[in-house]
């Protein structure tokens, strides 16, 4: 019986990091994760991740054949194999591949997580037929992955791609990065509970999120009360909509993509979320791009999905190196 071939994923996050195996056509096998435990050193992380996988591998071997490995992490650096200056893992410079290789004697790829995303919906999800296209993680962050005639755009120094660090505000609010008014401020799970409390502040609406206090409220919970209706959470999606489709007006005038799809995070309120920001990108558009470039929603199977993009980034390098189809 002929081994399933497949490639290992790894996604790095701040909390947990998570595993699987995944063969050419996106269908994931053993997958699991272990707490990443930022106290602790990256060595740790991977002696712990890999004793578990191989504990896990030992039992499968006879059914699968690695080929090589996918990693996902912020700031990763695609031509180094490095995790630099990464606030969300506390890591100021790591060298993933080295520590990988003490492990497994394959290729290994490395790079930002939402490059990785994007490889993923290019390989997996609804930009299977694309060569052109954005890919916007909106959770904690404003991660994006940028598919150029096929390829991730990854820059002189593998750090291309930081639409979320764009100024949408001049000397708005404070972002993680040093600097005011990035794009991530505003678009993001934090950036919307900041927008409902501004617009609390300034209106006489009765909400049904009034009473929480800022450390309790989520996005989810603004999600629910304007599917329910709330005025003061609808106006807090349409002012989200409205900055994040002013801002790829622009974008859509440096890359001209067919595509841009939004995953994770506040892309789970669907059209709240999504015809507001499809209304201001085409009112702002230049007219040569205008009724050209769809927003769509991330095709990925839920769960998997930083698994399937970390994967993927393994998957493209394969495919590039040796023709797979």
Not at 177 to 202: A, F, H, M, N
Not at 203 to 221: G, Y
Request: glycine share 10%; charged share 20%; with cysteine.
């Amino acid at each position: 019986m002929a081994h399933k071939k497949v490639t290992l994923g790894i996604e790095i996050g701040g909390t947990n990091t998570s595993f699987g195996l995944v063969d050419i056509l996106g269908n994931c096998f053993v997958e699991s994760r272990i707490p990443t435990r930022l106290n602790e050193s990256p060595e740790s992380l991977f002696e712990r991740l890999f004793k578990k996988f191989n504990k896990i591998y030992k039992e499968k071997s006879s059914e699968y054949e690695l080929l090589g490995i996918g990693i996902g992490a912020p700031s990763a650096n695609y031509y180094k194999g490095t995790v630099e200056y990464s606030s969300n893992l506390n890591w100021v410079y790591v060298n993933i591949k080295d520590m990988v290789k003490k492990y497994y004697d394959l290729p290994i790829v490395i790079a930002n997580d939402a490059n990785a995303a994007a490889l993923g919906e290019m390989k997996f999800g609804v930009a299977k037929k694309m060569k052109n296209f954005i890919q916007l993680t909106l959770s904690r962050g404003f991660g994006s992955g940028i598919v150029v005639d096929g390829n991730i755009l990854y820059g002189s120094d593998g750090f291309a791609g930081e639409i979320g660090h764009t100024i949408v505000e001049k000397n708005g609010r404070s972002c993680g990065c040093g600097r005011k008014g990035c794009l991530e401020t505003y678009v993001s799970t934090g950036g919307l509970i900041r927008t409902y409390y501004e617009l609390l502040s300034k209106s006489n609406e009765i909400s049904v999120l009034k009473e929480f206090r800022p450390s309790e409220l989520t996005s989810d919970l603004i999600l629910k009360a304007a599917i329910h209706g709330d005025k003061l959470a609808l106006a807090t999606f349409e002012n989200t909509g409205q900055i994040l489709g002013e801002a790829l007006a622009n974008v859509v005038a440096y890359l001209n993509p067919e595509a841009i799809i939004l995953s994770e995070g506040i892309a789970v309120a669907g059209d709240l979320l999504l015809v507001p920001t499809k209304k201001h990108m085409e009112k702002n558009m230049l007219n040569l791009f205008q009724g050209k470039v769809e927003i769509l929603l991330s095709g990925l199977v839920k769960g998997n999905v930083a698994i399937l993009g970390a994967s993927a980034l393994s998957w493209h390098e394969i495919q590039k190196k040796k023709n797979i189809s």
